[in-house]
């Protein structure tokens, strides 16, 4: 049976998590024992996925799930984080995010980067390249999966590795983000002293006007999990996916890394995190992006080697 990096990453991810569960589950783990068993569920279906693709049993819809299953599981489990971010600690931990970025800077970035560009044309280039990093995954993602299946494998594989870090750090450090200024969570409320560092706790009208501050609203009102902030995984994986344009989609890598720098400054801008969360994303980019393609090229079988188009007349 030919397990892929990427299995092992997902079963890994699966296992850890749901040892997490069983063993360290407390008041505020809604329905544990379905979680649990949720992850039993995943462990079994991925195992019978793997086989009969590999028996050459497969139909349709094992084919759909042998490349894609770990898409699917990604907004699960970034949900799932939201709901075991206080096995290990009872309080939230942005005390200590917020005293680091005043430490660093004097002040707090997530704040006043916006106070001192409230205009609309500068907002929605921020949210829009916010709102990119959803286009960045699926875009390459598909990219890929059209081109060369080989090549596919190889971005799911190491993204997917980077994301399940993320995940478990948000389970073990539970951190909001910028928006426990605007005493958006009821169940965290910050000292007076820290509330303090942000007097100024409002969006700029402009801002508001915004049609991607209206999308990315909507996404963060229906999708977002309390306690994921830092490393920022926007960062992470928008760097991630960056790598892959240079590796395999050339004529889109200059595009697609300015994109993602602007949507580094966005993470700030924008609200959703700290400065220390973009810079410890970018530190897990760097660290994890080469450990994955070390660990892909170590757990598979036999590593195909694909071309690299030339860089003459791509761009």
């Known amino acids: 049976m030919k397990y892929k990096f990427v299995d092992y990453a997902t079963q890994g991810y699966t296992l850890l998590v749901g040892l997490l569960i069983l063993l360290f589950h407390n008041a505020t783990v809604p329905h544990w024992r379905w979680l649990f068993a949720s992850h039993i569920t995943i462990l079994l279906i991925i195992h019978f996925v793997v086989r009969r693709y590999e028996a050459g049993r497969s139909g349709p819809v094992v084919d759909f799930l042998r490349h894609f299953y770990p898409v699917l599981l990604y ?15 009872h309080d939230y931990l942005d005390a200590v995010a917020i ?10 970035p997530a704040m006043l980067f916006m106070e001192k560009l409230p205009y609309l044309v500068v907002s929605e280039l921020f949210y829009a390249s916010y709102f990119s990093y959803y286009v960045m995954i699926a875009g390459v993602g598909f990219a890929l999966y059209a081109r060369n299946r080989s090549q596919f494998f190889h971005y799911v594989s190491v993204v ?5 870090f993320c995940y478990a750090i948000y389970i073990l450090l539970p951190i909001i983000g910028p928006r426990v200024f605007f005493h958006d969570l009821a169940e965290y409320t910050l000292p007076d002293q820290l509330q ?7 969006y700029p009208g402009a801002v508001k006007g915004g049609l991607f501050f209206r999308v990315m609203a909507f996404i963060y009102r229906v999708f977002e999990a309390p306690g994921a902030a830092l490393p920022s995984s926007h960062v992470a ?4 996916t960056v ?8 004529a889109i890598r200059y595009v697609h890394l300015v994109v993602a ?19 410890t994303g970018v530190l897990t980019a760097a660290l994890l992006v080469p450990l994955g393609n070390w ?3 170590r757990t598979s079988p036999v590593l195909e080697k694909v071309e690299i188009p030339s860089s003459r007349g791509d761009g």
């Open 237 to 240: 994986i928008a760097l991630c």
């Open 160 to 164: 997917s590795f980077v994301f399940y």
């Open 99 to 108: 005293r680091l970025d005043q430490a660093v800077f004097g002040f707090q």
């Open 295 to 297: 660990l892909y090229s």
């Open 243 to 250: 790598w892959f344009s240079f590796r395999y989609l050339r």
């Open 261 to 279: 720098l602007l949507l580094c400054l966005a993470t700030v801008y924008c609200r959703y995190h700290y400065a220390v969360d973009v810079l």
């Open 196 to 202: 303090r560092l942000a007097p100024v706790v409002s």
């Open 75 to 89: 907004a699960w489990f970034f949900s799932e984080t939201g709901w075991l971010n206080r096995m290990f600690f």
